[in-house]
């Protein structure tokens, strides 16, 4: 058993070794400042989609991680670059649901919350992009692009052609977002708690996530209105306002 879980924690590391230098080639300081070139040359878009990252509600406050996705969601936005945003995450490891957190973040910080849309179904990468896509597809939304950190842009940047999704790439350019003033924003959480909450970890097996990372377990769902978010994300940002924490 204890081999089992050594043998499982080397292949993440490794895993996670490889992403991380191969990202530095392929998403460098360059590559990433050329994106956003070209989307202010074909911009805006119809809808950047936004993956979530766990939220932790004992320290009360969002990782750096979330921080700067959502500082550069909110960036394209106020810039024109992006009309609206889909922040897009379950509850996966804390009970908090991901994309409601960073919807809370970008009403604080200004978003209209017309312009916010919410995925509340995605667990893994590979769902974010294809839950958020079919959201953007019932809305109307034609021209779409992923705005994330460009290690997550290159782990993703094959997966849109595979599932026939046309969606462009707009990480975060560090130069830009660093000149930024990004400020720890407070707001209260608890619109986004789950209840009953059990972590993905205690729900599948470890083979059973790593499916999940290559797009594997995918409910590929007949009409996108049968998603949960579409259904009741919009209904929640009604109460946004009421749960942002004003300074």
């Known amino acids: 058993m204890k081999r089992c879980n050594a043998t499982k924690i080397l292949i993440l590391l490794i895993a996670s070794c490889g992403m991380f230098f191969t990202s ?31 939220f932790d509600g004992s320290k009360g406050k969002w990782n750096s991680l979330m921080k700067m996705r959502v500082y550069w969601s909110v ?14 995450g379950s509850a996966v490891y804390t009970p908090y649901c991901e994309s409601k957190i960073m919807a809370l973040y970008a009403v604080a910080m200004g978003v ?9 179904s995605a667990e893994h990468s590979t769902e974010n992009v294809y839950y958020s896509y079919q959201i953007a597809r019932m ?9 994330t950190d460009p290690f997550q842009s290159h782990f993703l940047r094959n997966y849109p052609e595979k599932i026939n999704v046309n969606v462009h790439f707009v990480p975060i350019v560090f130069k830009t977002l660093f000149t930024l003033n990004m400020l720890d924003i407070e707001i209260n959480p608890q619109s986004a708690y789950v209840q009953n909450f059990v972590s993905l970890q205690k729900r599948e097996s470890f ?29 929640a940002l009604n109460n946004l306002n009421n749960n942002v924490v004003k300074d």
């Open 24 to 54: 530095s080639c392929v998403f460098k300081k360059s590559s990433s400042s050329k994106l956003l070139s070209q989307a202010i040359k074909m911009g805006p878009y119809d809808a950047i989609i936004v993956p979530g990252i766990p």
């Open 75 to 88: 960036y394209l936005y106020k810039q024109g670059l992006a009309k609206n945003i889909i922040y897009s």
């Open 112 to 120: 209209p919350k017309e312009h916010i849309f919410i995925d509340s």
């Open 139 to 147: 809305q109307g939304f034609e021209s779409v692009a992923i705005a």
């Open 207 to 235: 083979s059973k996530r790593l499916q999940g990372t290559r797009g594997k377990n995918i409910k590929k769902f007949y009409y996108p209105l049968d998603i949960d978010s579409l259904n009741n994300g919009k209904t």
